[in-house]
Each structure stands twice: as structure tokens, then as C-alpha cells.
């Protein structure tokens, strides 16, 4: 059909950004790097923060660490020469306060322009300096004596960088975008009295007010993100997600799935053997997998428990009713050592009931590998547990009925499709259950899991002591290595891990490696050990089970040790450079000690000064063992994206909304979902468009 280009209705957020004046080949690319193709991703392209020019602060009334402007004359100039070339620029006001603006990257020309008697407007953020306060780098402009530039009208947007364009190029092509904003008719989504309702302004209003807030805005809003306009955004945007969601689950549900629904006496025989009883949250989350997986539609669950919930144990329960069903199920772990782990329980609990477990992993090659393709592929083999190597495409199952994936947060969402696929066949596709030690807020789980059913095994099990945790100084490490040595005497075993800011595993190798060679000598007597991503996985393999076996009383390790392994005699580690961590990763770590009877302890060893943020961790750290409780903490200090992954859920694309903050919001967003879909579905994919893309974050749930 033609497009008819003079119609009012025709969509002008599509138009490409060639479009714009100055927007050649070239700028079009540097603008596509940064996701900005149309017009309407300019307009969504919103402001960092803002940088109030509208007025002029007297000199004397400057505080540190807020950003003003100001404006003075040149009073003196020096030159001078410590460590590297400073300038030093003295301004002083008719409020007859003084300032010092300090370059340390200068060219002659711009040293000429600091002629004293020069006029000069100046914004930046002041701070102590050795004389009075100073602002470092500011911008800046000259202005000529008959020269009185007017004051701005509206707060200057501070946009984020796009790479090759500076900042003033980048304001004016959003500027020449704005121009081309269309009344609000053809832009709003939402319904006008749901806006009025809520207080909030129109989709056009909103971005006008984000891009130029008048002068009189209310910045400490705007800072916040809590003003109107912000809100009004972020509502819509994450309407935008949960919409996309939804579909995708829907798109899921348009699936059927094998009903498996049994006696049950596979589950009895196996309660029955099982040297524990299972606590009550066990038990409840057992009981919401049966019953979805009874029905004929698919399972998305994923349960979520604390490191040492036991959680392996409930995904065994829900595998015995699928092979009671005669389907297959298959358990894939991120790391060769915990799919490794999953075998021996698995195989400990069910060979004795006659159920027959293969073992699938990278290393198992040659005629190995040959045998148990061929095993899971006539479906002899009932349960099959390992790494990636079961998502390969040789892989093909006879009939895959329970597709179960430990530690989600470390595969890809390709790599779950990869696997619930090989269960697909005729519309139909296998159940999946998903299982984290990473504990995700409430709010977090209904945003970013519209998609997916959540169970939590929120109780440990009985028997279990808290960890203590407790945070040092690096300069007592003397103390420590004391520590452990009485530790290792009485026979217990102790973690020490290494830890770096620099992520390249060479170096936190080269580390660890260090430490362990000083450890060993200080320790003549304990047997000590090391583990390092750099190693063999065999070596690392090796040097594992002789913790495990207690054949090791120190292990000296990078964080490779994170994820899953159970050693109940550790009861002592020790976390170096604790400070550089987030909080869901040292609290994986500690999770791998407290899990036997005796009384543990984790030391967190920090090199001082601490930041405020570090000390918030560390604090956290020494108040709760509670994931959960760690969890809203930690979406408290970093924000959803980086508590999530953006490769788990692209959460870190949220442009405005911020789920620690707006959780308010998500009531009505549902409600406005249902409302949405229900009335105007066309409308809600224009939602979905507008904020999510084409690119759908669960390619296909
Ligand atoms: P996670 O949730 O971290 O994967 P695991 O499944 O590895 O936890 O379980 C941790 C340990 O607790 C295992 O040794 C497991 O056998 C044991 N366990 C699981 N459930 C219970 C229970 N109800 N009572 C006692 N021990 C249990
Ligand atoms: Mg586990």
C-alpha cells in the first residue's frame, strides 16, 4: 500500500534521523551504535540530570559539592608546576567572595583569555581546595565587556554521550527532533482519564518538560525522578514491559505440554529414602510444580531459594513425575563441578529406586559421549544431568518431558530455549523449571518475571547455624592467619578468596597464586590448596574434591568457588577486597560456608577508606543472613539492572523508570495492562514498540 504522506495520522516516531538536518551517513551510524534510529528515539532520549544556568549565585554564597553558576572578574593567574601543569585561575565577584578554577589540561590560547580584569560566567560544582573553595575543570565562556549574554530560560539537558557527537550536537539534533513532535493526539497511548486520575501530564507535555524543564521546575524532583513528568514516563515504560511479557507468556501458553500426572509412587519411594524430612517451603513448592505440570499447558516456574534452601531435592520430586509419566528430564548446571554434584545426589537417591541417571558434560567424550547420545536419544536414559554440552545440537532426546536449569542467572535465555526446545515437537513443548540461589525482591519478580510463575523455598533447612560474619581492616591479616591456623588444627576447613577489582583472570590468577604462596608459608602445617579460573578443569576439578574430601584444610581460591559447592565441614572463609563486591556476590560466597552443624564464620576483609556504599554492604552483610532481605537491600543500593544481568532480562534498558523506585507504580501499570489489552490491543503493541522494540527480550518464552 502506498504510503500516503500527507495524511496528519501518519507516524512520524518512525521517520529515520537522515531526516534531520546535518544527519549525513556518518552521524547516522555514530547515532545507530547508540540504539538511536528514528525520530522517536531521540525523543526518548532523555536527560542524565540537569545543569541550571537560569541564574547567577554570588561567589560568597557558593557550598561545596552543589553545582552553580557564577560570574566574576579575573583577579590573579599562576602558572605553576606540581606532579603536572596546573593553572590556577582566582575570580572573584561584587559578593566579594573568591574562587579558584583549576585546569590541569590547558592550551596556551586558553591561558591568554584568563587576562586579569577578564569577564568570566563559569558552572561547575565547587569543592575545598587549599585556598577556599575551587571548581576543577569547569565550562566556561569569556564575556566581552559590552557583551551581557542573557541567562537561560530552562534548564540544560545533560544528555548521555553518544560517541563521536559532542554534547552541543547531540542537544541540537534532539532540539530539531522536538520540532517534529506531534500534538498530543497522535503520541498519547494512555487514556486521558487514567493521567488525570494519577495527576500526571500528556506523553508530549512530559517529554517538553524532560528535555526543557522551564526554570522554575522542581529540580530536586527532577533529581529524584520523582517529578510528574518523570513518572508519567516511567509508567508507560514499564507498562511497555510488562505488556511485552505478558505476550510472551501468552505466546507460550498457545503451547500445549505433556500432562504429567501420576500415583506418584516414584515421589513416595524417594520422601521415603531421604535421609531428611523436607522442610514446609519444600514441600509447598513441590506441591505448585505438581500441580502445573499436571496440566496440558506449559511450565515456566522459577524457584527461587536461598544458597542451601534445597532446592536440588525439589527438582528430583518434580523429575520423578515425569518419568513416572515415561518422559525424560534433564538438569543442566553452569559449571562442570555442580552438574557434577547434581549427579552424585541424584544418583544417590534414585538408581536405589531403579531410575536410571546419565551424565552429560564437556569432558565426556569420544566413545563415552557416542554412548549417552545414544542413550538419551532412545530414551534409556530417564534423567540426564550436565553443563551446556546438553543444549549442543547433537543432543536429541527421545521424548523430553521436564526441561530443569540450576542457577539460571548464569545461562542465556537462548540456552533455556536451546534446551526446552530439543523437548519440542507437534505445538508442544516440555515444562521448565528454573531454579536461583539469587533472590530477587518482590517488586523486582512481578516486573521482571511477568512471564514466569515464582516460588520461593523461603526456609532453611533445620540444623543449620547461622554464618557470623564479621568485617576487618586488611592490616590485621596477621590476626586472620592465627585464625585459621587454630581453625585447621581442630580440623575444621577454611575458604580463603582472592579477590580483584580487575576482572581479567590472569591477574586475579596471578593473585591468588601469590597468596597462596605466602599462605602456605606461614602455614607450614596446614595442607593448602589452590583453585583459579586459569586452571585445567580437570586440575580444578581435582583440588575440589580433596576439599571436599578433607584432604585440604585451606582452599585458596577466586570466585570460582561461588556457585554451589557443598562442603559442611568449611566453616571459615575469609573474603579479601570484600569491599569491591556486591552484595549477591558475597553473599553466594558466604552461602558456601554454615552448612554443616558447626558454628561459622565469615570475615570480610576490606582495605580502608571505605566508600559509603561499601560500608552499607559490609554493614548489610553483618546484620542479615536472609538472601531475600539482602536482595531489597541491594536493589536499594545498585538498581535493578545490575542486580538482574541485562543478558537475564535487559531490565538495565529501563530509560526512566527504576523499579526500587516506582515499585508504587506497578499496581496500576497491571491494572492499566488488563485495561489495555482488553480495549485496545492495537494500542498496547503500539506500547510495546514504542519502549520495548522489536527486539522482544525472551525471543520466544
Ligand atoms: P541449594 O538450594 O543451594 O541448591 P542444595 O539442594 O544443594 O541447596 O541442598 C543443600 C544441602 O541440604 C544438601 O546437602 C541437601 O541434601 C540438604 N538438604 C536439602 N533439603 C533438606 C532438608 N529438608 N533437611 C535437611 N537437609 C536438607
Ligand atoms: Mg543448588
Known amino acids: 500500500m502506498p504510503v500516503r504522506r500527507d495524511t496528519p495520522s501518519i507516524d512520524l516516531s518512525a521517520e529515520p534521523l537522515s531526516r534531520l538536518p546535518g544527519v549525513g551517513p556518518r552521524v547516522a551510524e555514530k547515532l545507530a551504535v547508540r540504539g538511536l534510529l528514528t525520530m522517536q528515539d531521540l525523543w526518548l532520549h532523555l536527560p542524565l540530570r540537569y545543569e541550571d544556568r537560569t541564574a547567577i549565585t554570588p561567589i560568597r554564597l557558593l557550598q561545596p559539592g552543589v553545582p552553580v553558576q557564577i560570574e566574576g572578574r579575573v583577579e590573579a593567574v599562576e602558572r605553576g608546576f606540581r606532579y603536572r601543569p596546573v593553572l590556577r585561575v582566582a575570580v572573584g565577584d561584587e559578593s566579594r567572595g573568591t574562587l ?74 534532539i532540539g530539531e527532533a522536538l520540532e517534529r513532535l506531534p500534538d498530543n493526539d497522535s503520541l498519547e497511548l494512555l487514556p486521558a482519564t487514567l493521567l488525570e486520575g494519577l495527576g500526571l501530564p500528556s506523553l508530549r507535555n512530559a517529554l517538553l518538560t524532560m528535555h526543557r524543564p522551564p526554570r522554575d521546575a522542581d529540580v530536586a524532583a527532577l533529581a529524584l525522578g520523582t517529578h510528574p ?28 505440554a505433556p500432562v504429567l500426572k501420576g500415583k506418584g509412587a516414584l515421589v513416595k519411594a524417594l520422601v521415603k529414602a531421604l535421609p531428611f524430612t523436607l522442610t514446609g517451603a519444600q514441600q509447598r513448592v513441590f506441591k505448585q510444580i505438581r500441580e502445573d505440570i499436571a496440566k496440558p499447558s506449559p511450565m515456566l516456574r522459577l524457584v527461587q531459594g536461598d544458597v542451601g534452601s534445597g532446592k536440588t531435592v525439589v527438582a528430583a520430586l518434580a523429575g520423578m513425575l515425569a518419568v513416572e509419566a515415561g518422559k525424560q528430564v534433564a538438569l543442566a548446571a553452569p559449571t562442570e563441578l555442580l552438574a557434577e554434584q547434581h549427579l552424585a545426589n541424584l544418583r544417590a537417591w534414585l538408581e536405589p529406586l531403579g531410575v536410571r541417571v546419565a551424565w552429560l558434560a564437556g569432558k565426556v567424550t569420544g566413545k563415552a559421549r557416542a554412548t549417552v547420545l545414544a542413550q538419551v536419544a532412545s530414551g534409556e536414559a530417564q534423567v540426564v544431568v550436565g553443563t551446556h554440552a546438553l543444549m549442543q545440537e547433537a543432543v536429541t532426546f527421545h521424548d523430553l518431558g521436564l526441561a530443569i536449569v540450576d542457577e539460571q542467572h548464569r545461562f542465556g535465555v537462548h540456552q533455556r530455549l536451546a534446551l526446552r526446545d530439543k523437548g519440542a515437537g507437534r505445538n508442544r513443548v516440555p515444562h521448565q523449571l ?53 581453625a585447621c588444627a581442630e580440623g575444621r576447613q577454611a575458604y580463603w578468596v582472592c579477590t580483584l577489582i580487575d576482572d581479567s583472570d590472569e591477574v586475579v590468577a596471578q593473585a591468588a597464586q601469590t597468596t597462596f ?62 569491599e569491591r563486591l556486591g552484595l549477591a556476590q558475597l553473599h553466594q560466597l558466604r552461602g558456601r560456608v554454615g552448612r554443616g552443624a558447626t558454628a561459622s564464620t565469615c570475615v570480610l576483609m576490606y582495605q580502608p577508606p571505605l566508600s559509603m556504599m561499601a560500608k552499607h554492604r559490609l554493614a548489610t552483610m553483618r546484620q542479615t543472613n536472609d538472601g531475600f532481605v539482602i536482595a531489597e537491600k541491594d536493589l536499594e543500593l545498585r538498581g535493578p539492572g545490575e542486580l538482574l544481568g541485562t543478558r537475564q532480562t535487559g531490565l538495565a534498558a529501563f530509560r526512566v523508570a527504576d523499579l526500587a523506585r516506582d515499585a508504587g507504580l506497578l499496581p496500576q501499570v497491571h491494572a492499566l495492562a488488563e485495561r489495555l489489552l482488553a480495549d485496545d490491543p492495537a494500542a498496547a503493541d503500539r506500547v510495546i514498540h514504542r519502549w520495548v522494540g522489536g527486539a522482544a527480550r525472551y525471543a520466544s518464552a
Open 100 to 173: 579558584v578554577l583549576r585546569f590541569f589540561h590547558f592550551r596556551a590560547a586558553q591561558v591568554a583569555q584568563f587576562a586579569v580584569g577578564a569577564r568570566i560566567r563559569c558552572y561547575g560544582t565547587p569543592k575545598p581546595g587549599q585556598h577556599g573553595l575551587e571548581i576543577v575543570h569547569p565550562s566556561y565562556r569569556v564575556l566581552g565587556d559590552g557583551d551581557d549574554a542573557a541567562l537561560g530560560e530552562a534548564l540544560d539537558p545533560v544528555y548521555p554521550a553518544v560517541e563521536g557527537l559532542g554534547p552541543a550536537s547531540i542537544r541540537k539534533l
Open 434 to 486: 528454573v531454579m536461583t540461589a539469587t533472590p530477587i525482591p518482590r517488586t523486582l519478580a512481578m516486573a521482571a518475571y511477568a512471564d514466569l510463575d515464582v516460588s520461593a523455598i523461603d526456609e532453611l533447612p533445620p540444623g543449620r547455624t547461622p554464618v557470623q560474619t564479621v568485617a576487618l581492616s586488611a592490616e590485621r591479616r596477621p590476626e586472620l592467619v592465627e585464625r585459621i591456623r587454630t
Open 517 to 578: 604462596e605466602a599462605l602456605s608459608a606461614s602455614l607450614p602445617d596446614a595442607r593448602v590448596a589452590l583453585v583459579h579460573g586459569r586452571m585445567k578443569a580437570a586440575d580444578k576439578q581435582a583440588t575440589m574434591r580433596r576439599f571436599k574430601e578433607g584432604e585440604v584444610d585451606l582452599l585458596v581460591a577466586t570466585t570460582v568457588i561461588e556457585v554451589g559447592v557443598d562442603v559442611p565441614n568449611a566453616s571459615l572463609m575469609i573474603i579479601e577486597n570484600a
Open 229 to 256: 513528568a518523570q513518572r508519567r514516563l516511567a509508567i508507560e515504560e514499564l507498562l511497555a514491559h510488562h505488556l511485552s511479557l505478558r505476550r510472551q507468556r501468552l505466546a507460550l501458553q498457545q503451547h500445549g
